[in-house]
């Protein structure tokens, strides 16, 4: 039988998460696993990546292969690299917990002062637009036609 580690798409249609499993490589996409090893959360800032690194070490020995996403999952994890027997297993995924709650509200507050400027700057050039434009439209009401456009003389005749 034909293993591969995959993922499994869950969630929402706009908001979807994905499960890393193994399955027989002939399964739909969705279709019931042999094993769930773990999590991706793409949509999460920073992405959560959570894969038991020990069930991953066991099918990759006994053969199961991983799509590409998966093994770009595991080479963020370092778990790739335990299983070539590479020197560099240190894990590069970034973790939410180093980052203070008052660090995280300093930003939110930043980003929507940011927000509120670009309002301000495109709502004034709005209303600069919109009164030059009026502007123009009473000018050219007001102003009768000269008398030297060859328009006029014709009428005259």
Do not use: C, N
């Not at 970034?94 to 670009?118: L, N, P, Y």
């Amino acid at each position: 039988m034909a293993v591969k580690i995959r993922l499994k798409r869950m969630g929402k249609i706009r908001a979807p998460f994905y499960r890393v499993v193994v399955m027989d490589s002939r399964t739909k996409r969705d279709g019931r696993a042999i094993e769930e090893i773990g999590k991706y959360h793409p949509t999460r800032e920073p992405s959560v990546i959570e894969i038991d690194s020990e069930r991953a070490q066991y099918w990759l020995s006994v053969g199961a292969q991983p799509t590409d996403q998966v093994e770009k999952l595991l080479k963020l994890t370092g778990d790739w690299q335990k299983f070539k027997g590479e020197k560099d297993t240190e894990s590069k995924v970034r973790t939410a917990e180093g980052v203070s709650e008052e660090e995280t509200r300093a930003a939110i507050k930043a980003a929507e002062d940011e927000a509120e400027k670009r309002k301000a700057v495109a709502s004034a050039k709005k209303a600069e637009a919109e009164k030059a434009e009026s502007e123009e439209s009473a000018d050219s009401a007001d102003s009768p036609e000269s008398a030297d456009s060859p328009e006029s003389a014709e009428s005259a005749e």
